[in-house]
């Protein structure tokens, strides 16, 4: 089945180490995203790639980078994390079809639960 | 400003009892979409339903069934005879317009559901 993995399902890592979050997917979808998801809340959105075009939302620490090497991986980058940085990380693809203004569904991975010590 | 929300934080409800789940939004687009999202225990954000500002017809698809009623605003969404595996957070979103045609996903908070043997 066509789908959305992430990986590592659960990661810890140690205040000040750079860690990475990876994702992947078989959906052949052209637009991928980072979400961020703090206990009890909704997802926030971190950035998201249009293609190969990034774009990162306003409020984004630049704690938080992204590489998309190829279609189907997309990379989340924590430079020196923070024990704030725990969260669950998603990872959501979709199919932009082009046509203006519509807005087709994500779907989204299982996320990685980040855990900082 | 565009905005979801959920007024129902919590519900429990026993097994085969029906229950719905509310969700008001604002916008002043006049092309826009509507989300569902299950997040069971696991934390994947499962994709529901998607549906778009022009679509008023309801829909059943099994338990589940949405109606949407552009006149108050409202995409609410009901589980009929409910089942402990429906026990989750549900997510409702909307979709908004922002530097063109860009779109993206406005979360309400959720509503946390619990079904009881």
């Known amino acids: 089945d066509a789908m959305v993995i992430q990986n590592p399902r659960y990661q810890v890592t140690q205040f000040g180490k750079p860690v990475t979050l990876s994702c992947s997917q078989t959906?052949?979808?052209?637009?991928m995203y980072w979400y961020q998801q703090k206990s009890s809340q909704a997802p926030k959105l971190l950035f998201h790639y249009y293609d190969k075009d990034f774009n990162n939302e306003a409020d984004t620490p630049d704690n938080f980078q992204s590489r998309r090497p190829n279609t189907s991986f997309c990379f989340l980058d924590i430079r020196s994390p923070g024990l704030g940085d725990a969260a669950m990380y998603l990872c959501a693809t979709s199919r932009t079809t082009g046509l203006a203004g519509v807005q087709e569904t994500q779907y989204f991975g299982p996320g990685t639960r980040l855990l900082v010590l | 400003a565009q905005k979801v929300t959920q007024a129902q934080t919590e519900i429990s409800v026993v097994e085969k009892e029906d229950v719905t789940l509310d969700c008001v939004y604002e916008?002043?687009?006049?092309?826009?979409?509507l989300f569902w999202y299950k997040q069971p225990p696991s934390g994947e954000l499962v994709f529901l339903i998607r549906r778009n500002s022009f679509d008023e017809q309801n829909e059943i698809s099994g338990r589940y069934s949405w109606n949407f009623q552009k006149s108050t605003s409202s995409f609410n969404f009901t589980i009929t005879a409910s089942q402990v595996v429906d026990s989750a957070v549900y997510f409702c979103a909307l979709s908004e317009a922002y530097a063109g045609n860009n779109r993206k996903l406005i979360w309400g908070l959720g509503t946390s559901l619990a079904v009881n043997p």
């Open positions: 959906l052949n979808h052209n637009v």
């Open positions: 916008t002043r687009d006049t092309t826009y979409y």
